[in-house]
């Protein structure tokens, strides 16, 4: 069983930054990819971006040149940096991980809210 644990989530006015950060219980080396999803009010959960174990990228259109993800190999640790955010990117974050036996995990979630 694999725990996730994402913090950092928080309120920002338009135009700050904040970032997240979704530490594993297990080697994120026996990880496939590590990814963040959000989910706004009234709205399905949506990928925002991934990251593979090759360190392949991947990011939602709305979130390309504004936020970045990235990953500490030693510190089990995958981030996501967010810059420049808008009042639509208020949501809750969960962090997300799919192991190399298939087996997937979600994190309890954090809140981030974007508002003047």
């Known amino acids: 069983q694999v725990q996730l644990v994402e913090s950092g989530g928080g309120w920002v006015q338009p135009g700050g930054s904040l970032r997240l950060s979704c530490a594993a219980s297990?080697?994120?080396?026996?990880?496939?990819?590590m990814a963040w999803y959000r989910r706004a009010p009234g709205k399905q959960r949506d990928l925002v971006a991934s990251i593979t174990s090759a360190d392949l990228t991947n990011y939602a259109d709305s979130v390309k040149g504004r936020f970045t993800i990235s990953r500490d190999n030693a510190k089990n640790t995958v981030y996501l940096q967010m810059n420049s955010l808008k009042p639509e990117d208020t949501a809750v974050y969960y962090c997300?991980?799919?192991?190399?036996?298939?087996?997937?995990?979600w994190g309890q979630g954090t809140q981030v809210t974007v508002s003047a």
């Open positions: 297990d080697s994120i080396f026996s990880f496939v990819a």
């Open positions: 997300y991980t799919r192991t190399y036996r298939g087996a997937a995990y």
